[in-house]
């Protein structure tokens, strides 16, 4: 991967495709390679993808406890390339910086918010609600955690031998990537943000999302595209294919 100096350490991305600029921005506990699932037809349609891996997550050293020293330092990224105009996409923890990267700099023409977290209220509930029953269990591990997690938002789609694979990789993380995702998204209004972008921003939901619900979004999202799906089940299966992609179609559109 390339890397980029910032702060106290270095932000790493890699570019695959050509064409058009696309910036991906990872979520929480992942890092750039998650991004295949959703990236391949975009590069087949011509566009060229810059994948991060997040402050704190994957290659990157660079971490800060403040979101906007994290946009700032996704931003540098950019300049760094100077690709002039470019989209964005941002899926779950990724669309609160990708939003708030939409509103600062005005070379991101559009952006792609996959499954944000829009009510802070359902989302924290929905978290501690599985903290108390790990506390039921009398095991608050971070392992049965996020089990209880997973098999909450994402069985059936996600076998448990899945599952459990899934749970060694998040207990390897570092712990900034941990934090990440309750300081940065504590402190941003997605809904405002959502609200604020208008036709520069289209919302991807999935039907049966138990951490980002589909109720809330429907409430603000003005460009809006449902997907049978939950909050990480997505695929590229559920986008669609060539000029009927998603993210193509959205892309492509003239306003």
Known sequence: MEKISYGDGEVAYKIVGKGR????IHGMLTDHTTTGKFV???IRSGFKLILLDLPGHGESTYWNRHVDKVVDSIHEVMKTLKLG?????GHSMGTTLASELARVDSNMEKVVLI???VSKKHTTKFFIDRFWEGVRDLDISLANLS???????????YSKVKIEKRIVEILEQDWRAFASGFLWGRTVDMARNIEELGDRCMVIAGTHDQIAPLKYVKLIAKNLEIVD?????IRGKHLGKGKNNLFVKFFNKTT
């Not at 600029?21 to 991906?24: K, Q």
């Not at 105009?85 to 996409?89: R, S, T, V």
């Open 229 to 233: 799906c939950n909050h990480s089940s």
């Open 85 to 89: 105009k470019y989209y964005g996409i």
């Open 40 to 42: 391949n037809e975009l």
């Open 115 to 117: 499954t944000p977290t």
């Open 21 to 24: 600029p696309v910036l991906f």
């Open 147 to 157: 089990r209880k997690i997973y098999i909450k938002n994402w069985w059936p789609e």
